[in-house]
């Protein structure tokens, strides 16, 4: 089998193709989590603490000067990055717990009963077996 077979082979796969939409909407669910973090959570937390800009937080360790830009410790963006991981582990921490759940439902549930023809199939086996 030549490497581009292989490799096709392998990229069609089930698993791959999940993995790679997965990946793909994970991203635009980080982007809507971002959004929410800056634009809806953290003004108000912003206002709950003295109007207070969380964005703009930051530690200056060099001033600007003509040549050369400010040197920041930007600690306000790492807040909002912070509170972003922690809603984004939280949602997903639900979903897995819902998956996990609906898995443990499926599993538990009896299996349905065989269908009439195959248990009348079943008991003239049974009699012929006997005879």
């Known amino acids: 089998m030549s490497m581009m077979q292989e490799f096709k082979a392998f990229a069609m796969r089930g698993n791959v193709v999940d993995l790679a939409v997965g990946i793909i909407i994970g991203s635009a669910f980080g982007k809507i989590i971002s ?14 603490l003295g109007g207070i800009d969380f964005s703009g ?11 050369a830009p400010a040197v920041l410790i930007k600690y306000g963006v790492f807040i909002n990055t912070i509170i972003d991981f922690a809603i984004v582990a939280f949602a997903i921490f639900l979903l897995v717990k819902g998956l996990n759940k609906m898995k443990k439902e499926q599993a538990a ?3 349905p009963p065989p269908p009439a023809q ?14």
Do not use: C, F, H, N
């Not at 959004?35 to 912003?46: C, K």
């Not at 937080?57 to 040549?67: K, M, Q």
């Not at 195959?118 to 005879?131: A, P, S």
């Open 118 to 131: 195959e248990v009348l199939l079943t008991e003239i086996r049974d009699l012929l077996k006997k005879r």
């Open 109 to 111: 549930a009896p299996p």
């Open 35 to 48: 959004s929410l973090v800056t634009d809806v959570i953290m003004p108000p937390i912003g206002v709950l």
């Open 57 to 67: 937080l930051g530690l200056t360790l060099r001033e600007a000067t003509a040549t």
